[in-house]
């Protein structure tokens, strides 16, 4: 492994003070301290936000600046930790937003689509392996890696649901290792296609989200994700040869799998997607609520890891 100690958790003015964006509470509140001590690390990469407070009751999603000051690398592996209570995701993405709009360790709150333009940001490495709850990791072959550029600008993007009646603090990690350049084989990124656009109606109802492939990859797994009102999800591949095969399904969908989906992995025999082929994901959904449900309340979501790729690819249709 190269060791670079490159360790960000950076504190600028009123961010260092605990309430962080995405956290609504007033001083007088009581706030529930649910900031876990992460154990000591030998990671290359340890990036480690401030920690933040979410309202009673919310959904909330934060975004943290920060730039790679080291050279070209490849990123093989990584563990992606938060809490296990109120965790959804925790990631990182790459950006390309102004470092004067947004200076590094700036947090701020990224909940609402739109809070932040969508074509700023794009995943950089997404965990392949998620143990348990609040836990999850990235364990790459050897001789692939995702490609992290010299001086490129990364986000990350924290997502967590407060189940409680007082606000709480919550703190998430993320520790990465890497490999010199020379040393990478082939480079692998994530795949996502996905929906931000759609709006579900009270009671049952579907979102399909139709992709072709603009390039011949691989896959190292496929998954499927959705929230609480998923109720079924399933993805078809459509061959060149005129021939559907269904890829992966989930016929009940369980809440738990909000945080822990089925994976489809592809160790033995890989999966091979040619340029002209296409996926179809449908995402059912019985929506409880009185009110019409959108992104990110709810999500229908293909995505894993596939190469060569040097960049991630991402197909975002109209719901």
């Not at 809490?83 to 950006?95: A, D, F, K, L």
């Not at 200076?103 to 950089?124: I, K, N, R």
């Not at 002209?276 to 409880?288: H, K, L, P, R, V």
């Not at 990110?296 to 109209?318: F, H, N, Q, R, S």
Request: glycine share 8%; net charge negative; aromatic share 10%.
């Amino acid at each position: 492994m190269m060791r670079c100690a490159f360790v960000v958790s950076v504190c600028l003015g009123a961010s260092c003070a605990g309430d962080q964006p995405g956290a609504k509470a007033g001083a007088g509140d009581d706030v529930f301290d649910a900031t876990l001590d992460y154990p000591a690390t030998d990671a290359d990469i340890v990036l480690e936000p401030p920690p933040f407070t979410i309202d009673a009751y919310a959904d909330a999603m934060t975004c943290w600046f920060s730039t790679w000051e080291g050279p070209d690398v490849g990123v093989v592996s990584g563990r992606f930790l938060q809490s296990p209570s109120y965790g959804h995701h925790v990631i990182v993405m790459r950006t390309n937003a102004d470092a004067d709009d947004y200076p590094d360790g700036t947090q701020v709150d990224c909940t609402a689509s739109d809070a932040l333009d969508m074509t700023e940001m794009e995943p950089f490495v997404l965990p392949d392996a998620p143990i348990e709850k609040g836990t999850s990791l990235l364990d790459l072959p050897p001789g692939m890696a995702n490609k992290l550029k010299a001086g490129e600008r990364f986000l990350v993007q924290s997502h967590h649901v407060n189940y409680e009646g007082q606000p709480i603090r919550v703190n998430d990690r993320i520790e990465l290792d890497i490999v010199p350049i020379a040393e990478v084989e082939v480079f692998a990124a994530p795949l996502v296609h996905t929906s931000t656009s759609f709006s579900l109606p009270p009671g049952p109802s579907e979102v399909v989200v139709n992709c072709t492939f603009e390039e011949s990859v691989s896959f190292l797994y496929v998954l499927g994700h959705m929230h609480e009102w998923g109720t079924a999800i399933t993805v078809d591949y459509h061959k060149a040869d005129g021939s559907t095969e269904r890829l992966y399904g989930v016929d009940e969908w369980q809440v738990g799998f909000r945080d822990l989906p089925p994976i489809d992995y592809y160790d033995e025999q890989p999966l091979t997607v040619e340029a002209g082929e296409s996926f179809t994901t449908t995402c059912a959904y019985d929506n409880t609520t009185n009110e019409p449900l959108g992104f990110p309340e709810e999500m229908c979501v293909m995505t894993g890891i596939a190469y060569p790729l040097t960049v991630p690819v991402i197909c975002d249709v109209e719901g």
